[in-house]
């Protein structure tokens, strides 16, 4: 059964314009996530993150909002760019002790910024 | 120059063959993971270790060892290689402890391919 469910496998927006990539899970017990973007051919990338005490976090143009209700999350990037252009992936751990090491990934979207 | 050092990219094995996939980072991170990436699969962990001397098994550990006798150093060991297991291949290390705003860092991949 997939725990982290990234239900779009791929998304194509103008530059300029916001990016939102959707995630949902099904374990209560996760309580920290995490995003992450892939070029080809490269290894994941981290871009950000948040715990299960917050319903919003930013850095720069990456937002990423939890409504842990509905175990939904969100990424916006605002403005998107052509280097943008990747494979984003969804992750979740359960933060037992206060370690987040061991992450659960979603299957990914594929986001294509058109110039 | 910091970070995941992983070794070989590419590999192509015979069905039965054994051999070990090396890992190694420089930021003395306490926890490594390795992770494998199928297409349409997402990112699944394979094995894991919290520190020096500490394993453990991750979602999809069969045909692989792990050991961790260093910090720094986390190969994974194939067994008898079997088609099943042609994939990409990541480690990714982890200052963990929670840190909000910190996530693994990857490596850039290794590519096997059993023939």
């Known amino acids: 059964d997939q725990q982290v469910k990234q239900n779009s496998p791929s998304l194509s927006v103008q530059e300029g314009r916001i990016s939102i990539l959707n995630c949902d899970y099904t374990n209560s017990m996760f309580d920290y996530f995490l995003w992450y973007k892939k070029y080809p051919a490269e290894g994941p990338t981290f871009l950000i993150s948040?715990?299960?005490?917050?319903d919003k976090n930013e850095d720069g143009r990456f937002t990423v909002f939890l409504n842990k209700s509905a175990k939904h999350l969100s990424l916006h990037i605002v403005p998107s760019q052509p280097g943008d252009s990747a494979v984003y992936f969804c992750?979740?751990?359960?933060?037992?002790?206060?370690?987040?090491?061991?992450?659960?990934f979603g299957k990914g979207t594929l986001l294509t910024v058109n110039p | 120059n910091a970070g995941v050092t992983q070794t070989p990219k590419f590999q192509v094995l015979k069905t039965g063959q054994s051999m070990t996939l090396q890992c190694a980072q420089d930021?003395?991170?306490?926890?490594m993971s390795w992770y494998r990436q199928d297409p349409g699969m997402g990112l699944r962990l394979i094995h894991y270790s919290v520190g020096a001397g500490i394993t453990d098994q991750g979602e999809v550990p069969n045909g692989y060892n792990v050991s961790r006798s260093t910090t720094e150093d986390f190969p994974l060991r194939l067994l008898s290689a079997a088609p099943s297991q042609t994939s990409v291949y990541f480690c990714a290390s982890s200052r963990g402890t929670g840190h909000e705003g910190y996530g693994y860092t990857f490596g850039s991949g290794t590519r096997l391919t059993v023939v």
């Open positions: 930021m003395n991170h306490e926890y």
């Open positions: 992750a979740a751990s359960p933060n037992s002790g206060g370690s987040n090491y061991k992450l659960t």
């Open positions: 948040i715990s299960s005490i917050k």
